[in-house]
């Protein structure tokens, strides 16, 4: 049974940092392209970071320079460090793990970003 479980998610005030962790179980880690994916209310699910298995990583201009994806295959977890955050990051976060035959998916870590 495949399971990704987010955690790390909170509130925190404009120009703070969270760092998101997804830890997986249930698949091959390794072979996987690892991403954090965003939605916020009233609007369509957003890739903000992805790491592939050979660690290159990819991300829209939106968070381009102020979060930063990792992985740690031995630990079967992949980060989201998030810097600079804004009240536009305000969304729920999720984890996800992909191969060219399917992709599985966390339950989602809420994010918020307010003073």
């Known amino acids: 049974q495949v399971q990704l479980v987010e955690s790390g998610g909170g509130l925190v005030q404009p120009g703070g940092s969270l760092r998101l962790s997804c830890a997986a179980s249930?698949?091959?880690?390794?072979?996987?392209?690892m991403g954090w994916y965003r939605q916020a209310p009233g609007k369509q699910r957003e890739l903000v970071a992805a790491?592939?298995?050979?660690?290159?990583?990819n991300y829209p201009d939106s968070v381009k320079g102020r979060f930063t994806i990792s992985r740690d295959n031995a630990k079967n977890t992949v980060y989201l460090q998030m810097n600079s955050l804004n009240r536009e990051d305000t969304a729920v976060y999720y984890c996800n793990a992909a191969l060219s035959m399917g992709n599985h998916w966390g339950q989602g870590t809420q994010v918020t970003v307010s003073s």
């Open positions: 790491i592939t298995q050979d660690y290159r990583t």
């Open positions: 249930g698949i091959i880690f390794s072979i996987y392209t």
